[in-house]
């Protein structure tokens, strides 16, 4: 490997970005590939299924045994409201791989006794987003129902291009806050990409189901990422 | 040092570009493939130095004596090395691959 090609590895994953070393096996000739960057043909392909599934592997493409070693960022998930839905979340994101927190600056909600084991900010989120910024490989899912608190969080994950941008709400409340975001600034592509009303749809109803059709939404958001709309469902 | 998203103290590759840039020779081991019940996951690394220093892993500590002797000699010659470890193999077994897993593990120099 050459240094430069460390360097840059490391580079990207200090900063929290995808990237691919790849390796010609015969060779031994290798460069980085960052997520977004172009690579034609077979390659890329394969390549764009590694950043996918985050999975490394050896791939053969024109008569080339290439190794793929990809390197993902740990994803976050960050929950905006210290609610019922987020108590059942916390545990069950933990175990499928997700560093998740959760901001809500009322300390009635936010407290460590209905939250043991989840990193909590009882603080704003314009506060606590400012030192732990939003990014690509994090989830954002704002559950409060209080366009004081949501609306700066939801506006800060699409202009982070956050993997998966959540808020919760009927179609009734969400259409209002619509108005309130392109008001805002914000454009219809970009307010298009908050999943509204929350979770995918299983019919979930007590909290804690409802926690589930969130965390299955966002692990499909994570894992059909470049992938359209069609095929984002058949992505596993 | 800087709060980044790597563990700087644990991580390989971390660890790796800092000894390259104190001038020590550095050899990166990386697995490629593995069956069975292999103990380190596809790209798990064990980086080395010409001392015979490392950190990482590319198994259960069944093969990194290998990897490391193999990897002085990677950093010497220059030239890359694919290395494979497995029951069916005696070699590996002399080396203790016992858990019943095959890996394959590439070997190369930094720089």
Request: hydrophobic letters at 45%; aromatic letters at 4%; glycine letters at 10%.
């Amino acid at each position: 490997m050459d240094p430069q090609s460390l360097k840059t590895l490391n580079a990207e994953r200090r900063a929290r970005r995808a990237a691919i070393l790849l390796t010609d096996l015969a060779s031994g000739a290798s460069r980085v590939i960052r997520e977004g960057e172009t690579v034609s043909g077979d390659l890329g392909a394969e390549v764009a299924k590694a950043f996918r599934t985050g999975l490394s592997g050896t791939v053969e493409a024109g008569g080339v045994s290439y190794f793929l070693n990809v390197s993902v960022p740990r994803p976050r998930l960050v929950v905006i409201g210290a609610v019922h839905i987020s108590q059942a979340l916390a545990p069950m994101a933990k175990v499928a791989g997700f560093d998740m927190e959760i901001i809500d600056p009322r300390t009635a909600f936010a407290t460590e006794v209905r939250f043991p084991d989840v990193p909590l900010h009882a603080d704003w989120p314009e506060t606590v987003l400012k030192d732990r910024p939003l990014d690509g490989y994090t989830a954002l899912a704002a559950v409060t129902h209080d366009p004081k608190i949501d609306d700066f969080a939801l506006k800060s994950a699409l202009e982070a291009g956050c993997f998966y941008v959540g808020a919760l709400g009927s179609r009734k409340t969400h259409a209002s806050r619509v108005k309130r975001l392109q008001d805002a600034g914000m454009s219809d592509s970009e307010i298009a990409r908050i999943h509204a009303p929350i979770g995918l749809d299983i019919g979930a109803s007590s909290p804690a189901e409802i926690a589930v059709a969130v965390l299955a939404q966002v692990i499909q958001a994570l894992r059909s990422r470049g992938l359209s709309k069609a095929d984002a469902g058949r992505a596993a | 040092m800087a709060k980044t998203a790597l563990d700087e103290s644990r991580d390989p590759l971390a660890i790796a570009e800092e000894w390259l840039d104190g001038g020590r020779k550095v050899a990166i081991a990386t697995v490629i493939e593995t069956w069975g019940s292999a103990s380190r996951p596809v790209g798990s690394h064990l980086v080395i130095d010409s001392e015979g220093n490392f950190h990482g892993s590319v198994s259960g500590g069944c093969v990194e004596g290998t990897v490391i002797s193999e990897a002085i000699d990677v950093i010497d010659a220059g030239k890359p090395k694919m290395l494979e470890f497995g029951v069916a193999d005696e070699t590996a077994w002399r080396v203790g691959l016992s858990c019943g897993g095959r890996i394959k593990v590439y070997v190369e120099r930094l720089g």
